[in-house]
């Protein structure tokens, strides 16, 4: 069985939005994309992520060869806040997350959101995808 075959593999029914955020992570440095998260860290108002500006940035900025995907990722549950709707609608004019099937030639899009029934269907292809599809927006 190839890795990508094992990665497909993988059963994420009982995963979090932190489990999605580790295996995406660990995904992508493993196919050399660079990535970004920005971290919360513990104050004495309790749990804030130090920025400037907008609050509700997405999850992950994720490079590779001139190609940059912005994903918020969510829990299966997870619901996207305003804050997150306005960047996701500031990328992508009109956008709604109400597509089930995302065709290959839009796995490269600028913004998304990734859920961990998109695994398979999203993550693994778009992330494992060879360089000159990915370079052509995903398109064979």
């Not at 999605?20 to 994309?33: D, H, I, K, Q, Y």
């Not at 919360?40 to 400037?52: F, L, N, S």
């Not at 998109?118 to 927006?137: A, C, E, F, Y």
Request: glycine fraction near 8%; aromatic fraction near 10%; charge should be positive.
């Amino acid at each position: 069985m190839s890795a990508r075959e094992q990665l497909l593999a993988y059963t994420t029914n009982a995963w979090s939005e932190d489990d999605l955020l580790n295996e995406t992570v660990g995904l992508a440095l493993t196919w050399r994309w660079a990535v970004h998260h920005g971290r919360a860290a513990r104050t004495k108002k309790g749990w804030r992520t130090a920025i400037t500006g907008m609050p509700g940035f997405p999850d992950l900025v994720l490079a590779k060869a001139g190609v940059v995907l912005v994903r918020e990722l969510k829990s299966h549950k997870g619901r996207q806040q305003g804050e997150q709707l306005a960047w996701a609608q500031s990328f992508t004019p009109g956008w709604r997350e109400q597509r089930l099937e995302i065709p290959d030639s839009e796995l490269a899009v600028f913004f998304d959101v990734w859920r961990p029934e998109h695994w398979r269907s999203r993550i693994v292809p778009t992330l494992t995808m060879p360089m000159q599809q990915l370079l052509r927006g995903g398109r064979e």
